[in-house]
């Protein structure tokens, strides 16, 4: 039987990211997980039953950090967690558009499966010092992120995913 926690695995350099796991993970309640991404280890991998993938785009890719976890993570849980349920969040000063490509690309390799469409957050940052700026999200876009951490953990919970 596969678990039904969810791993909510994220990086943040100006705090997006980071407000959105965060919301994520209060919708989720005990079901998540929420580990920064240079923490997480395979057996987080192998432990959940699904994942939420956190992380900002950063010169049209996922952050370097997130990009870390996969390197370290990904052979040692292949052929492990095909099927499991996952979705993305990405804030961006534009598209987000690179960085959710390579997250995919990395989740068709896993054969996971996509149970929510992806969710980018655009923050129109678009100057250095927009970019490197510290970002706040607004309310809506906190409890969007919060209904995707509740809708995962009760598809997780209800064996849905």
């Not at 990211?17 to 919301?23: D, I, K, Q, V």
């Not at 876009?141 to 995962?152: C, F, N, R, S, Y």
């Amino acid at each position: 039987m596969t678990s039904t926690h969810l791993l909510i695995a994220w990086h943040s350099r100006t705090g997006a990211s980071e407000a959105l796991a965060r919301a994520a993970a209060e919708g989720a309640g005990d079901a998540a997980i929420m580990l920064k991404a240079d923490a997480v280890t395979p057996e987080h991998f192998l432990a959940a039953g699904g994942y939420l993938f956190v992380c900002p785009e950063n010169l049209a890719t996922m952050s370097g950090e997130m990009k870390e976890m996969f390197d370290r993570c990904y052979y040692p849980v292949l052929g492990q967690i095909e099927g499991r349920a996952y979705a993305t969040m990405i804030a961006a000063g534009s598209d987000g558009e690179g960085a959710q490509r390579q997250i995919d690309r990395i989740a068709t390799g896993w054969r996971l499966r996509r149970v929510a469409e992806p969710v980018i957050v655009n923050t129109a940052a678009q100057t250095p010092e927009q970019i490197m700026a510290p970002k706040s999200m607004s309310r809506d876009i906190l409890e969007d992120a919060g209904q995707l951490g509740t809708a995962m953990a009760e598809g997780l919970g209800s064996g849905i995913f």
